[in-house]
């Protein structure tokens, strides 16, 4: 496969189990036709790490946010932090932010009043959110609806109704690895609605990986085979989608290359 032009628009490169290799890794991905990467943060420190790398890769992008499975790291002033992390010339989005009721439903008010104020922050500074969504999809829609940001729900995973709904919106519908899992059925449906210029492909790395290297770490590089099982449920060559997910990316991110 000497697929090129792929933009994970969603990883992970903080997470501990790259540890032991990733200036390897990171240097080997333009080889595999990695041409961008948005390096996600989920609290200070972590969209810190992720504007290091953006500094040390031409091809990585960071983006700076507050996970909403990470309240304990939240500062008491994480709209103001959050302004300094996006002061970074190479910080082009908010996120990961978002709402999870999946694993936090106790935490629902906490989570809804830190997703607010961080898609207040990103309509100032004109900049794209990018977000997460589990099992919180109606107060997901909700916000969306009343913000109206920029940006990218990531994983998607909602109907395909509420993909219509955010695709009105505007905004950009991210899809990755669990499109090739055999019990995959709601992000396969939503795969055939998405037109060609709202669709982003990502990893989710270390997480999500695709099929057949299920239960490995993910990296940038596994998207060849997220993008060819895509490409297979839309009816289209692999290639090309990777081509215009990686415009659609530079086109929301304001990268331009
Ligand atoms: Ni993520």
Redesign the pocket.
């Known amino acids: 496969m000497s697929l090129y032009n792929i933009f994970d628009a969603?990883a992970?490169y903080d997470d501990a189990r790259f540890s032991d290799d990733l200036p390897e890794l990171l240097t080997a991905l333009p080889a595999k036709g990695v041409v961008g990467v948005i390096s996600?943060g989920v609290n200070t420190e972590t969209s810190q790490f992720a504007a290091h790398l953006a500094a040390t890769y031409d091809y990585i992008y960071a983006a700076a946010g507050f996970h909403p499975l990470n309240l304990a790291d939240v500062p008491e002033n994480p709209t103001e932090i959050l302004r300094e992390l996006l002061k970074n010339p190479k910080t082009v989005a908010v996120g990961?932010i978002g709402l999870d009721y999946y694993y936090e439903k106790a935490t629902r008010d906490a989570q809804l009043r830190l997703f607010e104020q961080q898609l207040q922050v990103a309509n100032e500074l004109s900049l794209p959110v990018i977000v997460?969504d589990r099992e919180a999809h109606e107060d997901t829609l909700r916000l969306l609806k009343q913000y109206k940001p920029r940006g990218v729900v990531?994983?998607f995973s909602g109907s395909v109704e509420m993909a219509k709904e955010v695709l009105k919106l505007g905004m950009y519908i991210g899809l990755g690895g669990a499109v090739t899992f055999k019990n995959a059925v709601k992000p396969v449906e939503v795969a055939k609605i998405v037109p060609q210029d709202r669709l982003l492909v990502e990893t989710?790395a270390p997480?999500m990986t695709p099929v057949p290297f299920r239960g490995k770490r993910c990296d940038s590089g596994h998207i060849a085979y997220t993008a060819a099982r895509l490409s297979e449920i839309r009816g289209e060559d692999t290639q090309a989608l990777l081509d215009y997910t990686a415009e659609n990316a530079r086109r929301l991110f304001g990268i331009n290359m």
């Open positions: 969603h992970h996600c990961e997460h990531h994983c989710d997480y």
